[in-house]
């Protein structure tokens, strides 16, 4: 949150100084940060699937005594998750990566002189990035987005 509201002070004070000829002309920076949408995240996270193996209780063990079952994976299905696992942690850091450099470029529209109603739209998409960013999957936590 502290972001958004230093960054929020930056585009006030950017919007008031800005270089702006005619009132209704838009830069081309600000009108694509203005149209700025947050990209999907193609990033699906593995699962590891499990087989359920039935005990059998050889009568003398009282340890194993009412388990019904327990899972059966092998080495090579727990390396193979493994591998995918990291796939998709770089996968998600590629993700959060570009989400940050058009968070500075959202931020750097502010430059061109923007009025109230496009800092709040451009403000608007800047806490969406930074609610991806923070969240540990990189996707939109749909509790912040059904709240605003």
Known sequence: MKIITTTFACLLALSSFGKS???????????QALKWELPVNECSKPKLIVKAANL???GGS?????????TDVDSHTIKRYERKQK???????????E?????????????????????????????????????????????AASSN
């Open 21 to 31: 000829a005619e009132a209704n002309s838009v830069h081309p920076e600000v009108d």
């Open 56 to 58: 059998v209780d050889g």
């Open 62 to 70: 009282d340890f194993m005594e009412g388990a019904g079952s327990m």
């Open 87 to 97: 796939r998709w942690e770089k996968c998600v850091e590629k993700y959060k990566s």
């Open 99 to 143: 989400l940050m450099i058009a968070f500075a470029r959202l931020k750097d529209s502010a430059q061109y002189g923007l009025t109230r109603a496009q800092a709040d739209i451009i403000l608007a998409s800047m806490a969406e990035i930074q609610r991806v960013y923070l969240s540990p999957e990189g996707l939109p936590d749909k509790k």
